[in-house]
């Protein structure tokens, strides 16, 4: 890793744990290698930075939206965290491709399957696209869940210190039952999505509060390598 990433990380996690109380052991689970895709709820610009510090592994990288890019300060942490620039306007084949190439070549790459911030902590309809992405890859899939960054700015101005919390859950593999028609991929991305919701409080849940419960159809439970696990 660039010197100037690890002096960075360690900077931005101080300034974490010094506004925040942080309840982020779990991360450990997280793998340093690939290949493997991270999904994770999306509730503001503090998970980039959350993740990519105390995940702190160059094999890492995530998607980010092509604006943030236009800024020189973003650019510049851009490049440290390995971010891969996506167009949400259309299909962006080209992200698609490097996507699969940093996973291909071991890396482990995270994504939010909502597409945007919710803002308010509360999980929203994951989008289709990223049972395309978890399908072709073909390698295990972690979820994370992560919430309280809701609550940052609010709680700061109050001079209160917000509780931020993150849970990994076991990895699974994406197993399609029948072809992957428009309904397929959506069901898909509501599995997705229902397994990080398992991992929250019921009031951060949203559209998946019951999903979260129930089994999943389209995700087959696997080892860290991609194994199957069987009962």
């Given at each position: 890793?660039?010197?100037d990433a690890v002096l960075v990380n360690a900077l931005i996690r101080g300034i974490f744990r010094l506004l925040c109380r942080m309840d982020v052991a779990a991360m450990k689970a997280i793998p340093r290698t690939g290949p493997a895709l991270l999904v994770m709820n999306h509730i503001s610009f503090l998970e980039?930075?959350?993740?990519?510090?105390?995940?702190?592994?160059?094999?890492?990288?995530?998607l980010s939206k092509k604006?943030?890019?236009?800024?020189?300060?973003?650019?510049?942490?851009?490049?440290?965290?390995?971010?891969?620039p996506i167009d949400r306007g259309g299909v962006d084949t080209e992200s698609f491709k490097r996507c699969l190439e940093w996973i291909d070549k071991g890396g482990v790459l995270g994504l939010a399957p909502e597409g945007t911030r919710s803002r308010d902590g509360i999980l929203q309809r994951g989008k289709a696209g990223v049972a395309m992405l978890a399908q072709k890859a073909g390698v295990p899939v972690w979820p994370v869940a992560h919430w309280g960054?809701?609550?940052?700015?609010?709680?700061?101005?109050?001079?209160?210190?917000?509780?931020?919390?993150?849970?990994?859950?076991?990895p699974y593999m994406i197993e399609p039952v029948?072809?992957?028609?428009?309904?397929v991929r959506q069901e898909v991305a509501d599995d997705i999505m229902a397994s990080i919701a398992a991992l929250m409080p019921v009031a951060y849940r949203g559209p998946y509060r019951d999903s979260a419960e129930l089994p999943t159809r389209h995700l087959k439970p696997c080892s860290r390598s991609g194994a199957a696990i069987t009962s």
């Open positions: 890793m660039r010197i980039a930075p959350l993740i990519a510090t105390f995940a702190a592994s160059p094999s890492l990288a995530a604006e943030n890019l236009s800024s020189p300060l973003y650019w510049y942490f851009a490049r440290i965290w390995n971010a891969i960054a809701e609550d940052f700015a609010s709680m700061l101005k109050r001079f209160k210190r917000p509780s931020i919390h993150v849970r990994v859950g076991a029948g072809s992957m028609t428009k309904t």
